[in-house]
């Protein structure tokens, strides 16, 4: 089974600019969900799609956006780049199921490799 | 806000020998906890759980244990291995709501 794709590797972009970055998850997985990393603070959560609606939302500003398709693919957007956004970029999926029964297989996130962003 | 505390950045440890990773939790409201490593260049991976109504989870060389009272719990590799030198990420998670994670502890075994 492939798992959590995620494109592309690495980006540089220039403060202001624009930036969309690509996840695949593994077939089956309903759930995407996105985490900043960053030196020090780990991975902050950013926001999870499931079934092509937002389900969970960090507290990141309205920079920050994504979708969903109905392949479950999902894109995260963000806009009028500054410095302090240079981080990996996590996508991670999982089945997404809520009964209490699948807990333990629905939230053991699958992890891509992450897109490492520079904003110069 | 951090609900979930590394407190120790890195820590070195001797092959062969126990390494104990340490996280500290505010939000009596978790109720199942994860451990996830990371190698350079590479994402996440789920190492081992454990869920609220258990104090101890154990997986080969792997074991996690869970103080409520003290909303702490610790990752105890034995024995250590050169090939365990990662990142090791805590999280916990309240029923339904978004994995929440610590800001992470490296891990160097020397051989």
């Known amino acids: 089974k492939a798992g959590v794709t995620q494109t592309p590797r690495y980006l540089i972009k220039t403060r202001g600019q624009q930036v969309t970055l690509s996840c695949s998850p593994i077939s089956g997985h309903r759930s995407v969900s996105w985490y900043q990393q960053t030196p020090g603070q780990g991975l902050q959560f950013l926001f999870e799609?499931?079934?092509?609606?937002?389900?969970n939302k960090g507290n990141f500003p309205g920079r920050f956006s994504g979708r969903q398709f109905s392949n479950s693919r999902s894109e995260m957007n963000v806009s009028t780049l500054e410095l302090g956004d240079s981080a990996l970029y996590l996508c991670a999926s999982s089945l997404g199921g809520r009964g209490r029964d699948s807990l333990l297989s629905n939230e053991k996130l699958f992890f891509g490799s992450g897109t490492q962003l520079s904003v110069l | 806000d951090q609900q979930v505390k590394q407190n120790s950045p890195s820590l070195s440890v001797q092959e062969g020998r126990i390494s104990i990773l340490n996280c500290d939790y505010t939000n009596s409201m978790f109720d199942y906890f994860l451990w996830y490593k990371k190698y350079p260049a590479e994402g996440p991976t789920f190492l081992i759980s454990?869920?609220?109504?258990?104090d101890k989870n154990e997986d080969g060389r792997f074991t996690v244990f869970l103080n409520k009272s003290a909303k702490h719990l610790s990752l105890h590799i034995v024995p250590s291995q050169p090939g365990d030198s990662a990142v090791y990420f805590c999280?916990?998670?309240?029923?339904?709501?978004?994995?929440?994670f610590g800001a992470g502890t490296i891990l160097r075994v020397k051989s």
């Open positions: 799609y499931f079934s092509e609606t937002q389900r």
């Open positions: 999280a916990a998670m309240e029923y339904g709501n978004k994995l929440v």
């Open positions: 454990i869920s609220s109504i258990k």
